[in-house]
């Protein structure tokens, strides 16, 4: 193969890999926009901030707590911010929570604490209490019990709660429904935020290793953010959706950009085998 004729073909199959790309890349941006939907809703994380300790919430036996109780020297928080009759992202963010935690040796009470809370004030602690049981069926460690506390709580204490770990929510009239992210907050025994974990599909060593920081008292701030690309508000159905035609769509990029350096390759490794014949037929 001559080098011209090389390099009209990279040519060719640079132009087809970019009309193949276009499309996709900018429906793949148009995706990835905020929906009006999740206006004013996120994470900003706050490191090394002090949460009130003195709040005043509910427990899930209908006994009146501060959020201080559950901070004890050595131990670390994982502080969870759900509403209980969430459709969707609070269940499928304390699903997973539970599937990573029977893959901990560490449990809850011992070396570290869980609190979920609340921020809808409407909710009761027999629903606290209904959506502990269901939980800990699945766990199947009942000593856990003691430590993974869910509340309820006032407007004025969730709202100084949700501001000072930077969680954003709102509630949306068209679908009765809370728009909201889903994260993991890392409180040290303190009650400093030492960490965030903005997903719902948890990693056993990430989670450990966030506890053993925070009881160390360090701080660390989050690289990505996945929770926002993998799941999007759906105000059609009324929920939260994962957002499959953005993975399809993004494999379909990776797909198109593999086979043209594929094909490059191809090409480039066959005119080098070509062209000694080439100089030998000339001979």
């Known amino acids: ?25 900018a429906t793949y941006g148009q995706i ?9 809703v996120g994470i900003t994380e706050h490191l090394d901030a002090q949460v009130p300790l003195d709040l005043a919430f509910t427990d899930e036996n209908g006994q009146a707590v501060t959020l201080g109780k559950y901070f004890q020297p050595g131990r670390p928080v994982v502080l969870t911010l759900n509403y209980y009759a969430c459709p969707m992202l609070c269940t499928l963010q304390l699903n997973e ?27 009761t602690h027999a629903l606290a209490r209904l959506k502990k049981q269901n939980y800990f069926k699945e766990y ?13 709580g006032r407007q004025t204490d969730i709202q100084k709660l949700t501001e000072t770990v930077g969680f954003r929510y709102r509630w949306d009239e068209q679908s009765q429904q809370y728009v909201h992210a889903a994260v993991a907050v890392i409180l040290t ?43 999007h508000y759906d105000p059609a159905g009324g929920r939260y959706t994962l957002a499959a ?10 797909t198109v950009l593999i ?21 030998t037929n000339r001979k």
């Open 1 to 25: 193969m001559t080098r011209p004729l090389l390099v009209f073909r990279l040519r060719i199959t640079l132009t087809w890999l970019t009309l193949l790309l276009l499309p996709s890349l």
């Open 32 to 40: 990835n926009q905020e929906p009006k939907q999740l206006e004013g």
């Open 97 to 123: 929570l539970v599937k990573t935690l029977k893959q901990m040796p560490w449990t809850p009470g011992n070396e570290f604490e869980i609190v979920t809370v609340s921020f809808n004030p409407q909710e």
């Open 140 to 152: 199947g460690r009942p000593e856990a019990a003691a430590g993974w506390h869910f509340l309820t």
């Open 189 to 231: 025994p303190q009650g400093r935020i030492s960490r965030y974990l903005k997903t719902i599909v948890y990693d056993s060593t990430t989670l450990r290793m966030s506890l053993a920081e925070a009881q160390e008292g360090k701080y660390r701030s989050t690289v990505d953010d996945v929770l926002l690309f993998c799941f």
């Open 245 to 254: 035609t953005s993975i399809v769509r993004a494999g379909g990029i990776l």
């Open 259 to 279: 086979l043209g350096t594929y094909l490059v390759t191809v090409w480039v490794r066959s005119s080098r085998h070509k062209q000694p014949n080439e100089t």
